[in-house]
């Protein structure tokens, strides 16, 4: 019985994840109550808050969800003993965003996040969690380019810290972009096609 309320418990948030999912999806994070989550999940009021404290806890729960098929492959492009560095990080590179056009839910998220989700008051709690992913996804790309230096690599004057600010830059705007319109260019040609040049740029354009 203990084991049947525990999967219960667990099939319970798991719809609650995807109803949120939905619904900020229509209606946006700032217009998105607990209630309609509730009310998209067909369960009680009292049922999601015995999971999520309020909305934001509900996107972090949606947040994490995503990111954790990733662990593995991070875990593989920060290995010291890595003997091709900059190969690992790149197929990680087209890895993400091939998957972010194929699956559904992965695009369905990132559109959130970049195009209804508010930076607003009410929101700061997600704003810092998207400044955290910065710094977090920061110091593993760090890890990696060092790792490429030490194996010869990259050039031994590399300005690692304006090369991360670079890749940030080129694949934000590149994944807003096609979000915001994604009839105008092909994004696995584009996304390729930038990450490449990425990869050129580092040997020529970020001495110290």
Not at 32 to 56: C, E, M, P
Not at 113 to 132: D, G, S, V, W, Y
């Amino acid at each position: 019985m203990v084991r049947r309320t525990k999967e219960d418990a667990q099939k319970t948030r798991e719809l609650l994840i995807e109803a949120a999912e939905r619904v900020f999806y229509e209606k946006g994070v700032s217009r998105t109550s607990l209630n309609d989550i509730a009310q998209a999940a067909d369960v009680t009021r009292g049922a999601i808050y015995w999971h999520f404290k309020n909305k934001h806890d509900v996107f972090e729960a949606i947040m994490e969800r995503l990111q954790t098929p990733l662990e593995l492959l991070h875990e593989a492009i920060e290995n010291s003993n890595e003997p091709d560095p900059l190969g690992r990080l790149r197929e990680f590179l087209i890895y993400l965003t091939r998957e972010m056009m194929r699956d559904p839910r992965r695009r369905r998220v990132y559109e959130i996040i970049f195009m209804k989700c508010e930076m607003t008051e009410e929101n700061e709690p997600l704003a810092a969690r998207h400044r955290q992913n910065f710094l977090d996804s920061s110091i593993r790309i760090q890890t990696v380019l060092v790792n490429a230096r030490s194996h010869g690599q990259l050039p031994a004057d590399i300005d690692i810290g304006q090369a991360i600010i670079h890749l940030h830059v080129q694949l934000t705007g590149l994944i807003y972009l096609w979000l915001l319109l994604p009839d105008v260019f092909d994004f696995e040609t584009e996304s390729e096609r930038v990450i490449n040049a990425y990869f050129y740029s580092l040997q020529h354009s970020f001495s110290a």
